[in-house]
């Protein structure tokens, strides 16, 4: 049996700005997201920065993929750069990669 490799995380931070339009760019992406093998983990809404991001970040989540390379696919693909430029970026500020891994694959007992 070959070695088995877990998902690709990245660990977001975001100003929202316009809720109401990030919660339509996010209901909008999430069938090209799916299509990617893409998935949102952690998703919590932030009072405070005390360090580590912007100040101005007010959302952080984890976006998951099966691997970097659809990862990457996913966004540069023309559907999702089309959801975005509508709704992402009239309702989001400032944007934060915080993070990247490769998560530890499941052991089959867990």
Do not use: I, K, W
Not at 71 to 95: I, L, S, W
Request: hydrophobic content about 45%; charged content about 25%.
């Amino acid at each position: 049996m070959g070695a088995e490799v877990g998902r690709f995380v990245l660990l977001l931070g975001l100003e929202v700005r316009d809720e109401e339009g990030y919660a339509r760019y996010r209901e909008r992406m999430q069938p090209v997201l799916a299509a990617f093998g893409g998935a949102f983990g952690c998703d919590v809404r932030v009072s405070e920065v005390l360090l580590g991001a912007p100040p101005s970040v007010n959302r952080l989540f984890t976006l998951s993929f099966p691997d970097r390379r659809r990862h990457e696919a996913f966004f540069a693909d023309v559907g999702y750069q089309r959801v975005r430029a509508e709704h992402f970026v009239p309702a989001v500020g400032e944007v934060a990669v915080l993070g990247e891994m490769q998560e530890l694959p499941r052991s089959a007992g867990s």
